[in-house]
T-cell receptor
């Protein structure tokens, strides 16, 4: 079953603006990951945040995790047209060797 | 460096025909291997995963099967395809470490007609 649920399902913004995507999950986790998927391609790992971390940065990406609310957010700052893609959160709540992916947020950056 | 190869990129098959999708990983040993299916505009559904040769875990009862004949080879098969088997199939690998960061192939677009 899909544990992660992203919000919104689709987001369209202007280049240069910030994009925020949210993810909620249901069970306890050890870590939460975010992946990116360009249309018709495989997923690419972006960032991992552990359950004992509250915030993590990587370049223009900022991830937060609130384990009390079972939610995470991904912020992309100063968006570029090349950021257009689908973004998925994934949790390890399904077992140590498995990830459970959400339904994704389709992000469109308009030039 | 590690690479993952998945082929073919696109496949059109008639209903009732067999299927074999292959995935190979280079540059690592004893990886965990995964097969996912993705419906259009949707998330990933885990179909099978393997933590070693001959060890296959099935997540969803279905018309598909998986095999791992070699350490870095993972095959997805069907004896008779159904219309509902259409979708985007993704292979992935991970090191088996606790973080379980997964690395994906380019995917196979399967259309069953």
């Amino acid at each position: 079953s899909q544990q992660g649920e992203e919000d919104p399902q689709a987001l369209s913004i202007q280049e240069g603006e910030n994009a925020t995507m949210n993810c909620s999950y249901k069970t306890s986790i050890n870590n939460l990951q975010w992946y990116r998927q360009n249309s018709g391609r495989g997923l690419v790992h972006l960032i991992l945040i552990r359950s004992n971390e509250r915030e993590k940065h990587s370049g223009r990406l900022r991830v937060t995790l609130d384990t009390s609310k079972k939610s995470s957010s991904l912020l992309i700052t100063a968006s570029r047209a090349a950021d257009t893609a689908s973004y998925f959160c994934a949790t390890d709540g399904g077992g140590a060797q498995k990830l459970v992916f959400g339904q994704g947020t389709r992000l469109t950056i308009n030039p | 460096s590690q690479t993952i190869h998945q082929w073919p990129a696109t496949l059109v098959q008639p209903v009732g025909s067999p299927l074999s999708l292959e995935c190979t990983v280079e540059g690592t040993s004893n990886p965990n291997l995964y097969w996912y299916r993705q419906a259009a505009g949707r998330g990933l559904q885990l179909l099978f995963y393997s933590v070693g040769i001959g060890q296959i875990s099935s997540e969803v009862p279905q018309n598909l099967s998986a095999s791992r004949p070699q350490d870095r080879q993972f095959i997805l098969s069907s004896k008779k395809l159904l219309l509902s088997d259409s979708g985007f199939y993704l292979c992935a690998w991970s090191t088996g470490l606790a973080e379980n960061i997964q690395y994906f192939g380019a995917g196979t677009r399967l259309s069953v007609l």
